[in-house]
T-cell receptor, first 110, second 112 residues
Framework: TQLLEQSPQFLSIQEGENLTVYCNSS?????LQWYRQEPGEGPVLLVT?????EVKKLKRLTFQFGDARKDSSLHITAAQPGDTGLYLC??????????FGAGTTVTVRA | NAGVTQTPKFQVLKTGQSMTLQCAQD?????MYWYRQDPGMGLRLIYY???????DKGEVPNGYNVSRLNKREFSLRLESAAPSQTSVYFC???????????FGPGTRLTVL
């Protein structure tokens, strides 16, 4: 059973379009991380959100943490082929173990 | 700094064979982790080592053993490989203040 549910599972869009991926849980988490994984490589941290309602921006990427700290979203504006990858959300437990969602595979077509 | 390194990058085994996956980090991190990644399932924790000299089971430890050889190195051993262990294996370590996990490039293992 996935503690974190990510949707959609796959997303294919044209360069220049916007996209949003979601990460949801039935339980509250103290902090949530978003990682991006490119083919043949390990995940790389994009951002950590810790405060309910928090919004963080990383260039064209906007991350939101829900007010109740049960959900998060990642929005990419004007997607580029370099944004292609697997986007993973992960919950950091108090013992520092990470629990990952299944991920959203994003493909941006040129 | 090389970060987290893993060897080998690819491996094919026959059912019943054994092998050890090697992992090393040069960032002086205390805690290290082994995950497996399967399609549609994200990363699942196999074993971890919170500090040198300690190891603990994660979510899916059956069929695996680990050794924290020293602060730098954390190996994962498959004693008798099974087709269900076909996966991509990642080693990772936490940075200072547990703000970011650093991952190795992965080992793609196929068990026939």
């Amino acid at each position: 059973t996935q503690l974190l549910e990510q949707s959609p599972q796959f997303l294919s869009i044209q360069e220049g379009e916007n996209l949003t991926v979601y990460c949801n849980s039935s339980s509250v988490f103290s902090s949530l991380q978003w990682y991006r994984q490119e083919p043949g490589e390990g995940p790389v941290l994009l951002v950590t959100v810790v405060t309910g309602g928090e919004v963080k921006k990383l260039k064209r990427l906007t991350f939101q943490f829900g007010d109740a700290r049960k959900d998060s979203s990642l929005h990419i504006t004007a997607a580029q082929p370099g944004d292609t990858g697997l986007y993973l959300c992960a919950r950091r437990a108090n013992d520092y173990k990470l629990s990952f969602g299944a991920g959203t595979t994003v493909t941006v077509r040129a | 700094n090389a970060g987290v390194t893993q060897t080998p990058k690819f491996q094919v085994l026959k059912t019943g064979q054994s092998m050890t996956l090697q992992c090393a980090q040069d960032m002086n991190h205390n805690s290290m982790y082994w995950y497996r990644q399967d399609p549609g399932m994200g990363l699942r924790l196999i074993y971890y080592s919170a500090s040198e000299g300690t190891t603990d089971k994660g979510e899916v430890p059956n069929g695996y053993n680990v050794s924290r050889l020293n602060k730098r190195e954390f190996s994962l051993r498959l004693e008798s490989a099974a087709p269900s262990q076909t996966s991509v294996y990642f080693c990772a370590s936490w940075g200072r203040s547990y703000n970011e996990q650093f991952f190795g490039p992965g080992t793609r293992l196929t068990v026939l």
